[in-house]
């Protein structure tokens, strides 16, 4: 039997991806009491969202909550080594 994955088309890892973002940002504007469109802003300009959208590292297949960690972690490094 052949890897499927490899079968599937950039469009649909795109689309997916699309949704696990917009699932992981949902949640993440609740619960930091922001305007979604702030949490997607901030996103789209993360280290992240780069890496979401390179299939080759194959995150769009993991979910919302591992990319939520993934931005937590970028998140507190980041001000982490602003403290230091």
């Known amino acids: 039997m052949e890897n499927t994955v490899n079968q599937i088309t950039p469009d649909r890892k795109e689309a997916t991806a699309i949704t696990v973002m917009r699932c992981m940002l949902l949640s993440y504007a609740e619960e930091q009491c922001i305007p979604f469109?702030?949490?997607?802003?901030?996103?789209?300009?993360?280290?992240?969202?780069?890496?979401l959208f390179?299939?080759?590292?194959?995150?769009?297949?993991?979910?919302?909550?591992?990319?939520?960690?993934?931005?937590?972690?970028?998140?507190h490094g980041a001000s982490q080594a602003v403290n230091a």
């Open 37 to 51: 469109e702030d949490a997607m802003l901030s996103f789209s300009q993360s280290k992240t969202y780069e890496d």
């Open 54 to 75: 390179d299939f080759d590292t194959e995150i769009w297949k993991e979910g919302p909550e591992y990319l939520r960690c993934l931005y937590d972690e970028e998140l």
